[in-house]
Structure formats: structure tokens, C-alpha cells
């Protein structure tokens, strides 16, 4: 794949005291076979999704990882800014902060790329998510678990392996108005 591929540009980038390149590229990507199935998806607070099939996604537990960051952010706060100390608590915080990142992208990669490989149609609710941050009592659990990276996820990965992907949005202005 990265044979036939023309590099655009590379920009590097330091976030949580690492540096990444990031490789902006221009590829083909090969269509992937109709399996001829579809599938809705209900995004929740409770479990991450629930399929149509009947088939429910739990959240990730991510408990422990949060416990360290934290424990780490209050260390950060009651030392003296810049001291090594406070470098070798900061290095140990991104490491947690990371760590807690990976696995968030990891599940919502394998999540995505297992739908829009195995299904034709993948209908989604539209959220308003902006909406629910206003809530209080959701606020913190909708952070962690961030909805809208998983549909912006599977929503490029639709369009590359030329699959269909709905809101209920969409869907609604596709059905013909009945009079």
C-alpha cells in the first residue's frame, strides 16, 4: 500500500514530552467486498453501543488509569514548578495520560474497522453531543469516553472502503415525504 503511495508533507509534534512525525500521505485504498448486511448502532453512557444485532459494546474500563493520572495531578500541584521532582512526576503523568489515550484509540480502531468491514449500512443516531456536555451528570462520563472520536472514525472509514454511513439525519431527508 505505502509502495504506491506520494508523501505530501511531514510535520512534527511534541505532546505529553514526546515527539511524533506525522506523515501526510496520498494513497488508494482498496475496496473491501460487499458482505450485503446492515447494521444500526445506539451510543450510550451506560454501554458504548448496542448493535442491532442485540450485541452490546461495553465501555472500557479505564479506572485505574484515571486513579494514576489523578494521583499524579495532585502530586504536580503541591510541587515547586520546574524542580526535577516536579519533571520526573510530570514524565510519569504522560506516561499514565498516554497509556489511558493508546487504549481509547486502540478499542475505537478495532471497533470501527470490525463494522465497516463486516456491514454494508451502518446507521447511527445523531447526538448532539455539544448539547449533552451541557448536562452536568454527563459531562465527566461523556469526556471519557469521547463519542464523537468513535463516530468520526467510523465515519472516514466508510468512505475509504466506499461503504454507507447514516444519521438519523441523513436518513430522514433520504425517505420520500408521504402525502
Keep these: 500500500m505505502l509502495k504506491n503511495s506520494k508523501i505530501n508533507n511531514v510535520t512534527v509534534k511534541?505532546?505529553?514530552?514526546k515527539?511524533?512525525?506525522?506523515?501526510?500521505?496520498?494513497?488508494?485504498?482498496?475496496?473491501?467486498?460487499?458482505t450485503g448486511k446492515h447494521i444500526g448502532?445506539?451510543?450510550?453512557?451506560?454501554?458504548?453501543?448496542?448493535?442491532?444485532?442485540?450485541?452490546e459494546i461495553v465501555n472500557l474500563d479505564l479506572t485505574h488509569e484515571e486513579e494514576m493520572i489523578h494521583k499524579y495531578q495532585r502530586k504536580l500541584n503541591r510541587q515547586k514548578y520546574m524542580s526535577n521532582n516536579y519533571k520526573k512526576t510530570l514524565q510519569k503523568y504522560y506516561k499514565w495520560l498516554n497509556r489511558?489515550?493508546?487504549?481509547?484509540?486502540?478499542?475505537?480502531?478495532?471497533?470501527?474497522?470490525?463494522?465497516v468491514?463486516?456491514?454494508?449500512?451502518?446507521?447511527?443516531?445523531?447526538?448532539?453531543?455539544?448539547?449533552?456536555?451541557?448536562?452536568?451528570?454527563?459531562?465527566?462520563?461523556?469526556q471519557r469516553i469521547s463519542l464523537y472520536k468513535l463516530v468520526k472514525m467510523i465515519k472516514y472509514k466508510a468512505e475509504w472502503y466506499k461503504k454507507t454511513f447514516h444519521t438519523n439525519r441523513s436518513i430522514l431527508s433520504i425517505q420520500p415525504t408521504m402525502q
Excluded at 448502532?41 to 450485541?55: E, V
Excluded at 489511558?100 to 463494522?115: F, V
Excluded at 445523531?126 to 462520563?141: T, V, Y
Design 14 to 17: 511534541r505532546e505529553n514530552g
Design 19 to 34: 515527539y511524533y512525525a506525522i506523515v501526510n500521505i496520498t494513497t488508494t485504498v482498496k475496496e473491501l467486498e460487499k
Design 41 to 55: 448502532i445506539d451510543l450510550g453512557l451506560k454501554n458504548l453501543a448496542t448493535l442491532s444485532t442485540g450485541q
Design 100 to 115: 489511558k489515550n493508546n487504549k481509547i484509540q486502540n478499542a475505537y480502531h478495532q471497533l470501527s474497522k470490525y463494522l
Design 117 to 142: 468491514r463486516n456491514y454494508d449500512i451502518i446507521a447511527m443516531e445523531d447526538l448532539n453531543i455539544k448539547g449533552m456536555f451541557k448536562n452536568k451528570k454527563w459531562a465527566p462520563k461523556l
